[in-house]
């Protein structure tokens, strides 16, 4: 099961849900020296010292480019390009005191930073690269933090996403809607827990799953979560739960491209049970 301060934090209401906490929270299930408060207190510091240098009536050039100087230039904060895969590049605490991360991490830092300066901050969900949409009185701008803080045009997100899908991708309304902090949340843990199957870490994998299934309890959860975590729990040799994850799955996607697979499996899985009987 997601750990117990996790789940509880995430049954609140949304308008509730801080997502630094929320992420830091699920962090100190594998940091169990975590200090949540330190890094909260960290947050708000960066905050006053961006403060310092705009406030939300300042130009676009002014905003954005006294925030990128804190974050990238004086603090260090970069994307790791060479470890993408590292497991660390997903969590809060790794971020702050490795000055590094991956696109929804650095989006995170810049979120959390830029509200508590008093900019409008919030992320946007690109297919495959996360990014942040700033707001100030009169303008707005998509910032990539993996990049430096780079400004995005409508082109260089459409470059983006053909770096993503190998081919060219338009560019959707849907692509730039805001991302809402549950959805958030969903988005980073099934990062984790993709990244944690490639491994074949398969206790992280499910444990990212089940905090997944607890952000979403008031639905949004697709069927191919069931699929996925059925594949979780065969791994770790739990066949009651991978038969009942599959079952779920066919039940509301009868008709996908794998159901033969997975009807497949079950069969498999039934058999194998049986012969254990």
Same mark, same amino acid.
């Given at each position: 099961?997601?750990?117990?301060?996790?789940?509880?934090?995430?049954?609140?209401?949304?308008?509730?849900?801080?997502?630094?906490?929320?992420?830091?929270?699920?962090?100190?299930?594998?940091? +169990?020296?975590?200090?949540?408060?330190?890094?909260?207190?960290?947050?708000?510091?960066?905050?006053?010292?961006?403060?310092?240098?705009?406030?939300?009536?300042?130009?676009?050039?002014?905003?954005?480019?006294?925030?990128?100087?804190?974050?990238?230039?004086?603090?260090?904060?970069?994307?790791?390009?060479?470890?993408?895969?590292?497991?660390?590049?997903?969590?809060?605490?790794?971020?702050? =005191?490795?000055?590094?991360?991956?696109?929804?991490?650095?989006?995170?830092?810049?979120?959390?930073?830029?509200?508590?300066?008093?900019?409008?901050?919030?992320?946007?969900?690109? +297919?495959?690269?996360?990014?942040?949409?700033?707001?100030?009185?009169?303008?707005?701008?998509?910032?990539?933090?993996?990049?430096?803080?780079?400004?995005?045009?409508?082109? =260089?997100?459409?470059?983006?996403?053909?770096?993503?899908?190998?081919?060219?991708?338009?560019?959707?309304?849907?692509?730039?809607? +805001?991302?809402?902090?549950?959805?958030?949340?969903?988005?980073?843990?099934?990062?984790?827990?993709?990244?944690?199957?490639?491994?074949?870490?398969?206790?992280?994998?499910?444990?990212?799953?089940?905090?997944?299934?607890?952000?979403?309890?008031?639905?949004?959860?697709?069927?191919?979560?069931?699929?996925?975590?059925?594949?979780?729990?065969?791994?770790?040799?739990?066949?009651?739960?991978?038969?009942?994850?599959?079952?779920?799955?066919?039940?509301?996607?009868?008709?996908?491209?794998?159901?033969?697979?997975?009807?497949?499996?079950?069969?498999?899985?039934?058999?194998?049970?049986?012969?254990?009987?």
């Amino acid at each position: 099961m997601a750990g117990e301060l996790f789940r509880r934090y995430v049954a609140r209401q949304e308008p509730d849900i801080r997502l630094a906490e929320a992420v830091l929270l699920y962090a100190s299930d594998y940091y +169990p020296q975590l200090n949540l408060t330190k890094y909260i207190l960290w947050l708000d510091a960066q905050g006053y010292r961006a403060r310092e240098r705009f406030d939300p009536g300042s130009s676009q050039a002014v905003a954005i480019g006294g925030l990128n100087d804190l974050l990238f230039d004086e603090l260090g904060f970069h994307g790791n390009a060479e470890q993408y895969y590292d497991e660390r590049n997903s969590y809060l605490n790794e971020v702050i =005191d490795r000055r590094t991360g991956i696109p929804i991490t650095l989006s995170l830092v810049y979120i959390e930073i830029g509200r508590r300066a008093g900019l409008d901050v919030e992320g946007v969900g690109l +297919p495959g690269h996360f990014v942040v949409r700033v707001r100030g009185r009169e303008w707005e701008a998509l910032v990539d933090p993996f990049n430096r803080g780079n400004v995005l045009t409508h082109e =260089d997100c459409e470059q983006l996403m053909t770096q993503v899908y190998g081919r060219p991708s338009p560019l959707m309304p849907h692509h730039l809607r +805001p991302v809402g902090h549950r959805a958030f949340l969903a988005r980073w843990l099934n990062n984790l827990q993709s990244l944690h199957a490639h491994q074949e870490d398969w206790p992280r994998a499910l444990h990212a799953m089940q905090a997944m299934e607890a952000v979403l309890r008031h639905g949004g959860i697709e069927p191919e979560f069931y699929r996925t975590r059925g594949l979780a729990h065969f791994k770790l040799d739990n066949f009651a739960d991978a038969e009942r994850d599959w079952l779920t799955y066919l039940t509301h996607a009868p008709d996908a491209p794998d159901a033969p697979a997975i009807r497949q499996n079950l069969h498999r899985l039934r058999t194998s049970l049986a012969r254990r009987n």
